[in-house]
């Protein structure tokens, strides 16, 4: 069966860090595509960060390249996303997703919350 499971998320004030971790079951994440999103109430899901099977050259939502860092541990069959110098625009679920052969999955998703 199938899961992602995503966690790290809270409030945090500007300027301050948060790492979300996606623990997957069911498939190893070195042979799937892996994605972050965000998405805020009444706003289409925008994708913040891609990581292909390979790992190579990730890409990012222009708005947090230079902040945020998608990663891999596949070992542990994790993917992570560092997120540093946050903002309040950056406050909304965040979900993690894999492309797995002909399906996608998605996780629950995780609040992140940015405030002072």
């Known amino acids: 069966q199938v899961q992602l499971v995503e966690s790290g998320g809270g409030l945090v004030q500007p300027g301050g860090t948060l790492s979300l971790s996606c623990v997957v079951s069911?498939?190893?994440?070195?042979?799937?595509?892996m994605r972050w999103w965000r998405r805020t109430p009444g706003q289409e899901g925008e994708v913040v960060a891609t990581?292909?099977?390979?790992?190579?050259?990730?890409t990012y939502l222009c708005s947090v390249k230079g902040r945020f860092a998608i990663s891999r541990d596949n070992v542990k069959n994790t993917v992570y996303l560092e997120m540093n110098n946050l903002q309040p625009d950056d406050t909304a679920v965040y979900y993690c997703?894999?492309?797995?052969?002909?399906?996608?999955?998605w996780g629950q998703g995780t609040q992140v919350t940015v405030s002072s």
């Open positions: 990581s292909s099977s390979t790992a190579d050259n990730p």
């Open positions: 069911g498939f190893a994440v070195c042979r799937a595509t």
């Open positions: 997703s894999a492309v797995f052969g002909p399906s996608d999955y």
